[in-house]
Structure formats: C-alpha cells, structure tokens
C-alpha cells in the first residue's frame, strides 16, 4: 500500500499507541478526584501539559487539550465571539479556511455576527493590505490558517500578527492544523492570541488536540460543567489522549528538524515529475508547504482517478476529507480564480516523514497510465 493522503490523517506511531495504552491501563482514575490514584492521574495531566508547552514554547497555563481542529477553531471563534459581542461583532477571516472554521463563521452570521471573507491571490495567499483595510473599531477577532489543507499555501501569519498587534482590542486565531510538524510557528510574544493543534494529523490518534489560549485571553466555554481545563474546556479529561498528543507533538517536532529538507526534496521531484505528465496542471504555488500537492488534471473526473489508483493500493484524495464528499468543484481552487476546467478534476496528494522516493515513482507511473486509460475510455 501506498499512502499518500496524510493532510486527511496520519498513520499512528506506534509508540504514541503504547503510551495511550499504557495510561489507559495504568492511570485510569478521574484527574479531578481528590484521592492519591485521582492525584496521580493530575500529575500525568500536568506533566502532558508541560511537555506540550514546552515544544511550542508557551506555559503550561495556556495549553487546553481538545478533541482536535473542529472542536479547537470553534472554541476559539464562538467562544471569543460570544464572550466580546458587545464590544463589538465583526469578525474577519478568508475564502479559503477549512470548514470547522468557515462554518462556525457562518452560525455566528446566523446570530447576527458580520464576517469580512478576505480573497485570496492566484496562489491562494490574502492581502496584508486588505486585511488592514478590513480591521474596524468593531473587529473582535481575525482567523486565519497558517497552512491551507487543500493547496498548501502558506498565509503571511507573522504580518497579519503584526497588524492585530495594532489594535488591542481584537484577538487573532490561527489554525496550525496543517503547519504543526511541517513549517515553523512561534506563539509566544507573536500576537497571536489562539491556536489549534490536532494530533491525528501529526501521528497522533484521533479525537486529540490542543487549543493554545494566550495568558488574559477570555472565552465564553462551549462545554459547561466541572470547570476542567481552567474552566475553558469542561468534561473529565481524556488523560491517555493528551498524554498521546504531547508525545506525537514531540515526535513530530524532532522529526521536522530532522528530515525537514528530505520531505522538501521529495515534494520537488514530485511536483517535477507531476509536470512532465501530459493534461496535469499544478495548482500548488511553489512557496507551498512541503506536503501537500494538488494538481487537476482538466477533462478528467477524480473520483474516478482516485478508485482506479486504489485498485493499484495507492490512495490520494480529491480535496478536505471534511468536504471530499460534497459536490465537485473544489471552493479553495474557485477562490483562487482557476476555471471550472481545474476546480472540477483536482486532486491532492499529502505526503508525510514516512513516504519514499520509489513510492512518488509508483504513484507517478499509476497516475499516467491511468489518465491514458481514462482518456482513451471517453474517445
């Protein structure tokens, strides 16, 4: 099998699945109950807590573990967006954020919330300028992805930090779903005020995540009940899950470091050899993440490409596994100003630490062999 649809989901670390196991087994009492096994378990969970702060540089004070980028970006959007309201109800994001943050966008407009969808270039990047355009007396918070899910484009988090240092009033979130691992993000002293980490993207396990809250950052709680998670998060904790999610946060960082470049030159051949493939068209900007690849290849359905190059044990996908299953056309290629010849026959391939160079040579030959077969099928 050959696994190229990791931006969708990782394959678990083996010994990010042993430590889950291992405090499952071992450490299954309430973190909350005042007994010594109940205050065992407490220590795990700060010990969790202090790992993961320290690998992305915060204090152990402003890590909240979630259960991943859904329930993160809409902690962070409803929960700024309620708890500021009468300060204000503009919030400002873009065309081209996953749904778990377009959507909760779209409930707050239901709730008589205005949202500023900032537009985005051919290579799916916004405007500083636009975004400082965009900023009014009444803007509590902007949004934006740090590495889109779909393209892989790289949003200008560090000028758009600078600009909502400016204004003091107003929060700014990121979603680092996609750039944890991959590319570099400092938090502390960046002003950034919020963001969402997941750890089924980093091979960690699903239903894992950290949402990280800046010190005097004030959230009206989507969950409600024993005030766990400094009252921002109620619910008993899921220590096995933070405890896993520290060690994949971990793994995953040192293997950035690591084989940061070899994954670089992997997506280069990739997109080189993508290139040289008749009717293939790339829509990944060269100053992309370096594991994401979408391509369209015009005159082609890709679901069709998908199933045939799974027949072969070779699995990409289409778009977001959170709206793979929707219709066709691909919004974020749509937003970018690319035609319906290419925002209705892309396909994305996400690469991880794990992938081969003879594996992309594999799924290189498959997917030319299979355009030619799809071809010669509709003369």
């Known amino acids: 099998m050959i696994y190229l649809d990791n931006s969708a989901t990782t394959k678990p670390e083996p010994s990010v699945m042993r430590s889950f196991e291992q405090v499952t087994t071992k450490y299954y009492a309430n973190p909350s109950s005042i007994h010594q096994f109940g205050g065992e378990a407490e220590q795990l969970l700060h010990k969790a807590k202090q790992q993961a702060a320290e690998i992305i540089g915060v204090t152990e004070s402003e890590i909240v573990f979630t259960s991943g980028g859904t329930e993160g970006n809409n902690t962070a959007i409803k929960g700024i967006a309620l708890e500021h309201q009468n300060r204000g109800k503009h919030i400002i994001t873009s065309e081209v954020e996953h749904p778990s943050v377009e959507e909760a966008c779209r409930g707050l407009e239901r709730l008589g ?195 045939m190059l799974g027949e072969e044990g070779i699995y990409i996908s289409t778009k977001s596994a959170c709206s793979s299953k929707q219709k066709d056309e691909s919004k974020i290629l749509s937003a970018c100003g690319w035609g319906n010849d290419r925002t209705t026959s892309a396909l994305r391939v996400s690469l991880s630490y794990d992938n081969t160079r003879e594996e992309i040579d594999t799924f290189l030959s498959a997917l030319d062999r299979s355009i030619r077969q799809f071809k010669e099928v509709m003369e």
């Open 113 to 307: 919330f205005e949202v500023t969808y900032l537009p985005v270039n051919q290579n799916g990047v916004i405007s500083i300028t636009d975004l400082k355009k965009a900023v009014r007396d009444d803007t509590i918070l902007i949004s934006l992805m740090h590495v889109n899910n779909e393209i892989g484009s790289v949003q200008p988090i560090q000028e758009a930090a600078a600009v909502a240092k400016q204004h003091p009033k107003l929060f700014f979130h990121v979603d680092n779903v996609q750039g944890v691992g991959k590319l570099p993000l400092k938090l502390r002293g960046s002003g950034i005020d919020l963001c969402t980490f997941s750890g089924h993207k980093i091979h960690g396990l699903k239903g894992t995540g950290i949402l990280y809250i800046k010190q005097g950052t004030t959230l009206f709680p989507l969950l409600h009940g024993g005030s766990q998670e400094y009252g921002h998060r109620s619910g008993t904790e899921n220590l096995a899950g933070a405890v896993s999610m520290a060690k994949a946060l971990r793994l995953i960082t040192e293997r950035e470091k690591k084989e940061g470049d070899q994954l670089r030159r992997l997506q280069l051949h990739l997109r080189e050899q993508l290139s040289k493939i008749q009717d293939v068209k790339i829509n990944t900007p060269e100053s992309s993440a370096p594991h994401i690849m979408n391509f369209s290849v015009p005159g082609t359905k890709p679901e069709v490409l998908i199933h």
